[in-house]
């Protein structure tokens, strides 16, 4: 079966590139030229993964994201012309999965849109999941079986690239983790890109378990290395 793929970006002499690019290595490409009308796509089409320009008319990238992850668990791969940090962070705390800045080549691309597309996005099965037992970090209950995370019995509500980040650290209590290490459990060996992505991930699920990073009690930040489970 195809994968669908959506490039919304208002360089319409890009969009026609990656969409080439796409469709020969057998996606179904749509395409959009604003923040709006790739919003309406994104409804419509349903796809598996979105490249989403920054800097887009109507709504920007940011905006883009923020609202589509309130429908959608599509991976999105954020298309920045700026060199700055901060643009590139902003963009992954509302939920975009990877970024490149431009220009990029088409190659890299499409290596890094396959590597999302091997990672479940979906709940696994539950012949996958039956006898996962629940892990616990004081207070938080992991449950892998189910996909539920609570906080003294509250539900937290985790993308699943947060999820697995955490059950990674959980897992592996008193164990530092490198910034690779959690690219390799959670991304996979083959992925490719800014290990700083973790932090921006990391910090997300921080803010949604109520941790605070200078007083950690369920994720500890060791500098120079990684993090690990448990208090500072």
Same mark, same amino acid.
Not at 1 to 27: C, P
Not at 76 to 96: C, F, P, Q, Y
């Given at each position: ?30 395409? $959009?030229? @604003?923040?709006?009308? *790739?919003? &309406?796509? %994104? =409804?419509?089409?349903?796809? +598996? ?75 696994? $099965?539950? @012949?996958?999941?039956? *006898?996962? &037992?629940? %892990? =616990?970090?004081?207070?938080? +209950? ?81 500098? *120079? ?8």
């Amino acid at each position: 079966m195809e994968s669908r793929a959506l490039v919304i970006d208002d360089e319409r002499s890009l969009t026609k590139v990656v969409r080439e690019y796409l469709e020969r290595d057998g996606f179904t490409v749509r395409e $959009a030229w @604003d923040g709006p009308s *790739g919003l &309406a796509a %994104v =409804r419509e089409f349903d796809p +598996e993964v979105v490249v989403l320009d920054l800097g887009l008319p109507g709504l920007d990238g940011i905006e883009v994201c923020r609202q589509l992850r309130r429908f959608s668990d599509c991976y999105v791969i954020m298309l920045t012309a700026r060199s700055d940090e901060v643009d590139k962070l902003i963009g992954l705390s509302v939920g975009a999965d990877d970024y490149l800045t431009k220009p990029f080549s088409m190659r890299e691309l499409t290596a890094r849109i396959k590597v999302l597309l091997r990672r479940p996005r979906h709940l696994p $099965a539950e @012949d996958q999941t039956a *006898g996962s &037992a629940p %892990v =616990r970090i004081g207070p938080i +209950e992991i449950d892998p079986g189910a996909w539920t995370v609570t906080v003294e019995g509250a539900a937290v509500d985790l993308t699943p690239t947060e999820f697995q980040i955490l059950t990674a650290l959980a897992t592996r209590p008193n164990l530092v983790l490198s910034r690779r290490q959690l690219v390799e459990l959670v991304w996979g060996s083959d992925w490719v890109g800014d290990e700083r992505l973790v932090d921006v991930h990391v910090g997300r699920l921080r803010r949604k378990l109520g941790d605070d990073a200078n007083d950690p009690r369920y994720i500890c930040t060791v500098r *120079g290395i990684g993090y690990r489970a448990g208090p500072g």
